[in-house]
């Protein structure tokens, strides 16, 4: 039996191979090789108005692009900066969170929930930082440090940390204090937070083991 025609399809074929080397943001890797695809067709388009038949043509616009593991390591640096992206949202989602965490645990420990204000200063300045680098004039006019993507990934991985066990701390303290609900709740935004970030750091990290 013969093979369906999509894996005929030369140019079928080469995006299905990027998109298998491309690891991190699903959004972010689908989008990039769609335009690759809609370039593959532009080129075949060409090739096929100067009288190429439309199989060679496909052939010749992959050869024009290059092997996959050519393109694949500059596919995997902007996805790199694209999660970095992400990831500096995340932090700015989980700031205002820690605030309310830290302003919730301050009222059953005192100066003790300090940890949580520092926490949300980090995620803050984080954020501010990375998307200021990665997204605004300065990125713009001097281009995006290529060490961006891997601080930003162990910064919020650490911070991150920081939640996990600030979540932990604040459940364990809830059951010794009379403003256990205060601490239950105070916990919780600690929990989701964690959640929030950690996610986008485990993709952070995934896409810097691949980019190289």
Known sequence: MSAPQQFRDPLLVYTAQLRAALPGPARAASRMVEEIHHGLLDATDAYVREGVPRTDAAHRAVRDFGP????????????????????SRAAAL??????????????????????????ATVSALLAAAALTATGG??????????????LVAWTGTGASAGMAAATLVLSCTAAATAHWPLLLLAGALSAASHAVLGTS???????LTHAG
Do not use: H, M, N
């Not at 996959?68 to 990831?87: F, G, K, N, S």
């Not at 205002?96 to 949580?116: F, I, K, S």
């Not at 004039?137 to 891997?150: D, I, Q």
């Open 94 to 119: 989980c700031a205002p969170l820690l605030l309310v965490c830290w302003a919730l645990a301050r009222t059953a420990l005192g100066a003790a929930a300090a940890p949580l204000a520092i926490l």
């Open 201 to 207: 750091v485990r993709v952070s990290r995934r896409c």
């Open 137 to 150: 004039p300065a990125a713009r006019r001097f281009g995006v440090p290529e060490a961006l993507p891997r």
């Open 68 to 87: 996959v593991a050519e393109l694949a390591p500059e596919c995997r640096r902007e996805l790199a900066l694209a999660q970095t992206r992400q990831t």
